[in-house]
């Protein structure tokens, strides 16, 4: 049965990339997610990609909480968002983000990026939770790092089971839909 996603929480790049592509599809995202009304949860930062989605979801009169530790706030510009949270530290602040969100995406972004979405997709491997974990894979960012979960599923290190449950989609609508219906199958990293 589909679940109505009421918070997501979104890793993206504190740059804006090379192509203005990724600016205007993240500002699209932010406006389809307050159409939505599904609360965004993100980092809190107003750079690059971050700034754009969430000035995106704010202007369209939708909800955002930010939630940033207290060393990279002290450090960056803020948006007057409708919630900011400042944690004692990096870990804290993944651990809330991660309990107050329905399901997880990421943008094009970089190595924080990266880091941030596999955490939370191991997480899922290991049975910690069982929400949705997704790219949105925006000019076709994602390709190779899609190739290379494949690769690494071909030569034995990935079960198919778990490559398979990461969602990645181009299109914004089937992005949420799909996280909307997905649902673990019973098989984890044990068995
Ligand atoms: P990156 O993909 O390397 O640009 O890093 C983006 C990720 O790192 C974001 O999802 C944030 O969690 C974190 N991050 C990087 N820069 C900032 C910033 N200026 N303010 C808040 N969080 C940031």
């Known amino acids: 049965m589909a679940m109505i996603i009421r918070s997501l929480c979104v890793f993206c790049g504190s740059s804006f990339g090379t192509e203005t592509v990724y600016g205007e599809k993240t500002r699209e995202f932010g406006k389809y997610l307050a159409e939505r009304k599904i609360t965004l949860i993100y980092g809190g930062g107003a750079?690059?990609?971050?700034?754009?989605?969430?000035?995106?979801?704010?202007?369209n009169g939708g909800s955002v909480i930010g939630i940033i530790p207290e060393m990279i706030y002290k450090k960056v510009e803020h948006l007057p968002l409708?919630?900011?949270?400042?944690?004692?530290d990096m870990h804290s602040?993944?651990?809330?983000?991660?309990?107050?969100?329905?399901?997880?995406?990421?943008?094009p972004?970089?190595?924080?990026?990266?880091?941030?979405?596999?955490?939370i997709y191991t997480w899922q491997q290991l049975g910690y939770h069982r929400k949705a974990v997704s790219l949105y894979n925006i000019n076709n960012f994602?390709?190779?790092?899609?190739?290379?979960?494949?690769?690494?599923?071909?030569?034995?290190?990935?079960?198919?089971?778990?490559?398979n449950r990461l969602i990645i989609e181009q299109d914004a609508e089937k992005l949420i839909e799909k996280?909307?219906?997905?649902?673990?199958?019973?098989v984890d990293k044990w068995s």
Do not use: P, Q, W
């Open 179 to 186: 996280i909307e219906n997905y649902s673990e199958e019973t």
């Open 93 to 107: 602040r993944k651990r809330m983000m991660y309990d107050k969100s329905d399901a997880f995406t990421a943008l």
């Open 47 to 59: 750079a690059g990609l971050m700034g754009v989605l969430a000035e995106a979801v704010l202007d």
């Open 82 to 88: 409708t919630e900011t949270i400042i944690t004692e």
């Open 142 to 163: 994602y390709y190779k790092f899609a190739e290379f979960l494949d690769s690494a599923c071909d030569m034995g290190f990935i079960k198919e089971i778990h490559r």
């Open 109 to 119: 972004g970089g190595i924080g990026t990266i880091e941030e979405i596999s955490e």
